[in-house]
């Protein structure tokens, strides 16, 4: 078990910011590969971005690439996710994800989610 906790979510306008955390506990948090997922209101659960064990890899859905930063930090078990430009279509909750499948979807653990409204 990979206990995981976010953090960060808020209400923000249309061009703004924020910064997404989540911090894991339990396991050997190095190990995983670490994801970002979020949901809609009416919406599936869709893919943001994932970043390899070492942090030396990342991956990101089209529609938040060049706005969104995945990182990580394997002496604090922390992954934070940078928003930049958001849009409104990013209104969702966001997921923190931990996994040892395959790259760059396969999740084994999910925390609760944090919310993330953009106003327009």
């Known amino acids: 078990q990979v206990p995981l906790v976010e953090s960060g979510g808020g209400l923000v306008q249309a061009g703004g910011s924020l910064r997404l955390s989540c911090a894991a506990s339990g396991g050997t948090f190095s190990r995983y590969q670490m994801g970002w997922f979020r949901q809609a209101p009416g919406k599936e659960r869709e893919f943001v971005a994932t970043?390899?064990?070492?942090?030396?890899?990342?991956y990101y859905a089209d529609s938040v690439k060049g706005r969104f930063t995945i990182s990580r930090d394997n002496t604090k078990n922390t992954v934070d996710l940078q928003m930049n430009s958001l849009k409104p279509e990013d209104t969702a909750v966001y997921y923190c994800?931990?996994?040892?499948?395959?790259?760059?979807?396969?999740?084994?653990?999910w925390g609760k989610g944090t919310l993330v409204t953009v106003s327009s």
């Open positions: 994800a931990a996994g040892r499948s395959s790259w760059p979807y396969g999740m084994d653990y």
């Open positions: 970043i390899s064990w070492s942090g030396g890899a990342t």
